[in-house]
């Protein structure tokens, strides 16, 4: 798989955010995944993954080991996270510890509240997203952020913005430390789904824990 060499990193704030692109052929096989879990009741409810999350949202339910592995998505997260880690600090790692991975169903006002994840690394990423995200309330807003991503760090100050916001397109995955925090804003006038993917995971201790060196 070479589609983690074309990653790219956002640093614009504090930490590091890797955007890669997933390949075509993982979107199809998840998204295949995930229809037939949404008509199979009883597998729905066995990985149903909610009450453990943050989200206000139709439906969550973790990945299973296996798919993971078939259609490549467990590669693809290794890969680039080796890559984002490796251009972001000089360092090669070890092992990627994947604690587990999910899809997140998301429909017209619904949302995902400020929250962060456990591990020591997660992201977020889009298997599917509706043709528009509605308009704002008041006609001549300048900006809308229906239905986007925002990664939170810190505190608004001259030339260190708090807030990265993004439009959610098919295919792209970024990567951030576990403690960045994130929300995802309610859209509106669609019935189409907002259809995203995430994990946590734990990589080498020494890389990720800072101070471990010895001065």
């Known amino acids: 798989m070479t589609s983690s060499e074309k990653g790219e990193i956002i640093r614009p704030f504090g930490p590091s955010i890797g955007k890669f692109n997933i390949p075509k052929s993982i979107i199809k096989t998840l998204n295949d995944y995930v229809d037939n879990i949404i008509i199979d009741k009883k597998k729905s409810e066995k990985l149903n993954k ?22 490549g998505w467990a590669e693809f997260l290794t890969q680039s996270t080796g890559s984002w880690i490796y251009n972001s600090c000089g360092k090669k790692i070890s092992k990627l510890r994947i604690l587990d991975s999910w899809v997140v169903r998301q429909f017209e ?21 509706p043709s528009n995200f509605g308009k704002t309330v008041q006609e001549k807003k300048n900006t809308n952020k229906n239905g986007q991503l925002q990664l939170i760090h810190g505190s608004n100050m001259f030339l260190g913005p708090s807030t990265l916001s993004i439009i959610p397109k098919v295919g792209e995955f970024y990567f951030f430390p576990n403690y960045l925090m994130h929300t995802v804003y309610p859209f509106v006038n669609t019935k189409e789904e907002r259809r995203s993917i995430s994990f946590n995971a734990f990589i080498d201790d020494d890389i990720y824990n800072v101070y471990s060196e010895k001065i």
């Open 50 to 71: 909610g009450k453990y999350l943050a989200g206000n949202v139709t439906q969550e339910f973790r990945l299973e080991k296996g798919i993971m592995k078939k259609s």
């Open 109 to 129: 006002n619904e949302y995902n509240p400020i929250h962060w994840h456990d591990g020591h690394i997660s992201g977020a990423g889009f298997l599917k997203v």
